[in-house]
């Protein structure tokens, strides 16, 4: 296809901005999808995504259009919804010239909006507002309009404005696409490179790449080679999104499709790579390219302790689908044996999890997540930490780092406050405050990572009544008195319950771990003393009562089954007991730990 | 025997009950009679026979004495065989108790409950403190047999004044054996609905723990040995027939509800009195549950049961039951216990020790989470 007639771009929308409906509208308009076959919302196909609102992976779509008599090639290429997915979004972004940012004509710019917007600006793209849901009765396009102007320094005069629902100003936009979004360059006689912005796992095909022709073309059964992985691959099938796959014989430069080279798993394949041909020894590869980085940490181990090869099946099939998911065998004192899972943040986190549970059925206990830390050694060594088991000891420790994020918060000027209090709480440090539009502002922090992990989003959303928006981009590891702290039952130490904590956080972080565990073990026969301590230093202590009486009620012929039944029950609750020296911790304690509130 | 007839049913009982129909009591016993007919016959005589409902004290003395012979027409009453029945204040009378004097009764349970008419009233009892002081009166001076009376404790707003004033007037009249039930709230009562709505209606736990010791003491003084958690006895008046229950020995159960065991078997039967009265008059089957208890399920219950009494669980007779087997199975949770002073192996008996009596039920959990080997046939 000729070059000057292929336009690529993608849609910057925060979740629920209409970003699926909008492509909707594209599809049917081009006609690229016949009607009948019209599935609600082509591009937003899996489950999960469904029912989160979010897209997790990027997707894309070919349309022709015609304008003027001249007939194009619309590429649109999805982007993931989520800061977790950062990279990928920049990658899917990189294979553009284009973006449309569009917002709710009620809603106005949220966090995530300004945060992708200043990713296309990275990636040079040429960036046009468009306002959608201009139908709805609350629509407020021209205050939408000047937000934009403000929060994101983009001229908002051309802003088009459209409802995705009626159609009403779609074609203009198609025609403003055409117009406005430049042609791809790239060296048509050059050899090829083509950029791998996505990839995803299919249970017949294997693994399917999403590809951008950067130089040169490429054709079916041609030999070609990963660029960073090194590996060699045959082109056996490429084509184009209709949005379903469909074979072409060749993708020429400027050009979006995808390659099915028999790549077993996605861990095999690396976002942001670069397809060479076989031959072509001298390439170089585009810029851009990073390795996969997990940056939050949990265990996961199975419930039941024979189960443990059924999760490990479950987790290399996960793999499969989801190459920036990492896991590595661990054992604990507690738990038994079970795996170090890394994921990409807190959002992928809960995605695997909740994966794994449906799709496995396998139980699984999962322990406080963390970031990942950096231990500077006396030897001038630097430790990456994923576990808290990994610490050295405290007298090899030079510094302890942990990851430090640049945090943008958009809110309803009302809420100032609270947020201020939230930040302030979270170790974070206010960088600026922007009016963005009337009433509402976008709020800068330097925070650590390990403060917003975790509940950050849900009490942002508590204290702002759901009006707030985020997002955060890791900006480097910062040293702080970080130390870990150990939860002791009886003395013993429960490796399972051990966090990173901040020096000045550890006692209120440690009541509140104790309080939970209080609530979930049950009393003993004997006192239990839980203690949470730093070095050997104890920050915070509960003690569990001993049981003293039961209750002595009467007991004649018709209660020994009864009797029994209930001793029975005790047998089968074992099973969800973890045993810690004579203490027995259910399995559920492990879990509701996660979510103590200090 | 199980007699389901009450008065009225009281706000917190859960057990088989139904509000009196004089007109079924005939029924009711020749029932009894034709399923106690179906039974195996027993092998030995009868040592203990209860008559438990429910309040059997409503039958008319001849009715009673026809479920007596009946009894005895198809097994023999050992010698000095212990016959309890059971009886509310409002039954007692100077005739009923020589009635039932002549009958052979040997032993009478009454329901007191309380003496504090509010709480009596509260509960839907038939009988203010008066009337209980009243037929205590009577059988002390007329009731040559044993006889016990049930307290209730623990219910809302309960003062220890209160407690000890209903201990006193059980004293003064030296009653043999007091049993003491702490107030269970049972689905399906009334006072299940009302605490589920929200309502107060127990004393707080730790309120009930130092009661106990209040309780325990008191009566400990006045002579009387707590042989089972809830039971209190002086000296030859502990109750053979619940002594039987609680060493997990066989029993046969008769009426609506009733349970029984003969190992390895173990059922119960319908407890809607209509359906139960039905199934007789058809010639069919009254028992709605049977199982057939393993032996590791009757060594969990031996010690559930056992462990709440003083004397504790006979290791003879585990042995005879389990054989080796049984000492395998409780080994961790006997050392465990052992080491936290909460067992003991006192006169070839494995039990709780005085201090611990209280916590009998939690201390059989252990084993139930200790417990390894299923014990060999
Ligand atoms: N009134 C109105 N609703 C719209 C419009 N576009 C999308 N929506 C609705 O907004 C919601 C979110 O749209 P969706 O396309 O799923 O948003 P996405 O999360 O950005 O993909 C859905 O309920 C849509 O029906 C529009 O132009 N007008
Ligand atoms: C089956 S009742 C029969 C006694 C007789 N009908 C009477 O009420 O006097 C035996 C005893 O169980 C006790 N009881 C019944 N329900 C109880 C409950 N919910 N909690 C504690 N004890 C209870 C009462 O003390 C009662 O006297
Ligand atoms: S406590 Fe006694 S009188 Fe009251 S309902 Fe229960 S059995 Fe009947």
């Known amino acids: ?598 | 025997m199980h007699v389901p007839f009450c008065t009225d049913r009281c706000t917190y009982c859960a057990f088989a009950t139904m509000a009196d129909r004089p007109a079924l009591h005939r029924d009711l016993v020749d029932a009894l009679l034709l399923e106690y007919g179906r039974r195996p016959a027993l092998e030995a005589g009868m040592e203990t026979v209860y008559f438990g409902g429910g309040t059997p004290g409503l039958l008319a003395p001849g009715l009673l004495e026809r479920l007596l012979n009946g009894l005895q027409a198809r097994s023999r009453l050992e010698t000095g065989a212990e016959i309890t029945l059971e009886v509310n204040p409002t039954n007692v009378s100077k005739d009923a108790l020589s009635a039932w004097s002549e009958l052979g009764i040997t032993r009478l349970s009454i329901g007191i409950q309380t003496f504090d008419d509010a709480v009596l009233a509260g509960f839907g009892r038939h009988h203010d403190g008066d009337l209980g002081r009243a037929a205590l009166d009577l059988i002390a001076e007329h009731w040559k047999g044993l006889w016990s009376a049930d307290l209730l404790v623990g219910f809302k707003d309960q003062t220890s004044q209160d407690l000890t004033f209903d201990l006193a007037q059980l004293l003064k009249r030296s009653a043999p054996h007091i049993s003491v039930y702490g107030l269970t709230i049972e689905p399906g009562t009334q006072l299940h609905e009302q605490a589920r709505r929200g309502s107060v209606v127990r004393l707080e736990d730790t309120y009930m723990d130092s009661y106990d010791i209040l309780w325990s003491s008191y009566l400990h003084g006045f002579g009387y040995e707590r042989y089972e958690v809830s039971n209190f006895a002086l000296p030859e008046a502990r109750s053979r027939h619940n002594q039987a229950y609680w060493r997990n020995e066989d029993y046969l159960g008769i009426g609506p509800g009733a349970s029984s065991s003969r190992h390895p078997l173990r059922w119960s039967n319908l407890r809607d009195t209509k359906q139960y009265l039905e199934q007789i008059s058809g010639n069919r089957d009254t028992r709605h549950h049977v199982e057939r208890l393993q032996p590791s399920d009757r060594l969990l219950e031996s010690l559930g049961v056992g462990l709440r009494t003083r004397d504790g669980v006979d290791i003879d007779e585990l042995e005879r039951r389990f054989g080796d087997s049984w000492r395998i199975a409780l080994a961790a949770g006997i050392q465990q216990l052992k080491q936290q002073r909460l067992l003991e192996e006192v006169d070839n008996n494995l039990r709780i020790p005085a201090t611990a009596l209280t916590r009998a039920d939690s201390i059989a959990a252990v084993f139930a989470r200790t417990m390894e080997l299923p014990p060999s046939q």
């Open chain 1, 1 to 598: 296809m000729n070059r000057d007639c292929i336009r690529n771009f993608s849609i910057i929308a925060h979740i629920d901005h209409g970003k699926s409906t909008l492509a909707d509208r594209f599809l049917d308009i081009t006609r690229t999808v016949a009607k009948r076959d019209q599935k609600k919302q082509q591009l937003d196909d899996m489950d999960l995504e469904r029912e989160r609102g979010i897209t997790i992976k990027a997707k894309a779509a070919s349309m022709d259009y015609i304008k003027d008599g001249k007939k194009y090639r619309l590429n649109l290429i999805d982007t993931p919804g989520h800061v977790d997915f950062n990279y990928e979004v920049e990658r899917a972004l990189a294979a553009c010239e284009g973006a449309l940012l569009l917002v709710d004509a009620s809603q106005g710019v949220e966090a995530q909006t300004v945060h992708n917007t200043m990713l296309a600006e990275q990636a040079d793209l040429m960036i046009f507002p468009v306002i959608n849901k201009i139908d709805l009765a609350t629509a407020r396009s021209d205050e939408v309009i000047e937000e934009i102007e403000n929060a994101l320094a983009i001229e908002g005069e051309r802003s088009m404005k459209v409802s995705a629902k009626t159609g009403e100003g779609v074609r203009e936009l198609l025609d403003a696409i055409v117009d406005r979004v430049p042609p791809p360059e790239g060296l048509q006689d050059a050899p090829l490179r083509a950029l791998i912005y996505d990839a995803e796992f299919n249970d017949y095909r294997g693994v399917i790449l999403h590809i951008r022709i950067v130089d040169g073309a490429l054709t079916a059964g041609a030999r070609i080679r990963l660029f960073e992985g090194n590996t060699r691959h045959e082109a056996l099938e490429i084509g184009i999104f209709r949005p379903a796959l469909t074979p072409v014989k060749s993708l020429s430069t400027g050009e979006v499709g995808y390659l099915i080279a028999n790549i077993k798993t996605l861990s095999d394949v690396r976002i942001g790579d670069t397809i060479v041909l076989d031959k072509d020894s001298a390439s170089e590869a585009l810029p851009g390219y990073r390795p996969a980085r997990s940056m939050v940490f949990c265990g996961i181990y199975p419930v039941q302790n024979g189960e443990f090869d059924n999760l490990r099946t479950a987790l290399i099939r996960l793999q499969l689908n989801d190459s920036a998911f990492t896991f590595t065998p661990e054992s604990s004192d507690a738990l038994g044996f079970g795996f170090r899972c890394g994921f990409l943040g807190l959002l992928h986190m809960e995605i695997v999890q909740e994966r794994l549970e449906r799709e496995s059925g396998v139980d699984i206990v999962q322990t406080a997540p963390n970031v990942t830390y950096e231990i500077l050694t006396i030897d001038g060594e630097v430790l990456q930490i994923h576990s808290p088991s990994e610490i050295p000891d405290p007298t090899k420790i030079e510094e302890f780092r942990e990851p430090v994020v640049k945090l943008d918060i958009v809110t309803p000027d009302t809420h100032v406050g609270a947020i201020m209090k939230l930040g302030i709480d979270r170790r974070g440090r206010f960088l600026k405050q922007e009016y963005i539009g009337p009433g509402r502002v976008l709020i800068g922090f330097r925070i650590p990572l390990s403060e917003i992990i975790f509940d950050f989003f849900d009490k942002l959303k508590s204290v702002t009544r759901g009006y707030a928006t985020m997002d955060y981009e890791l900006e480097n590891f910062v040293a702080d008195d970080l130390v870990k702290m150990r939860i002791l039952v009886n003395g013993e130490e429960v490796d399972a319950l051990s966090t990173i904590a901040h020096q000045s956080h550890c006692e209120p972080r440690g009541r509140a771990i104790l309080k939970v565990l209080r609530k979930e073990i049950r009393r003993h026969l004997f006192k239990v003393a839980l203690q949470a301590a730093v070095g050997g230093k104890i920050v915070a202590r509960e003690d569990i009562a001993p049981v003293r009486k039961d209750v002595t009620a009467k007991c004649y012929g018709g209660d020994i089954s009864r009797k029994r039944k209930l001793l029975e029950k005790q047998k089968a609750g074992k099973k969800r007991l973890k045993m810690v020296g004579n203490v027995e911790i259910p399995q559920k304690a492990f879990l509701a730990v996660l979510s103590a509130d200090d």
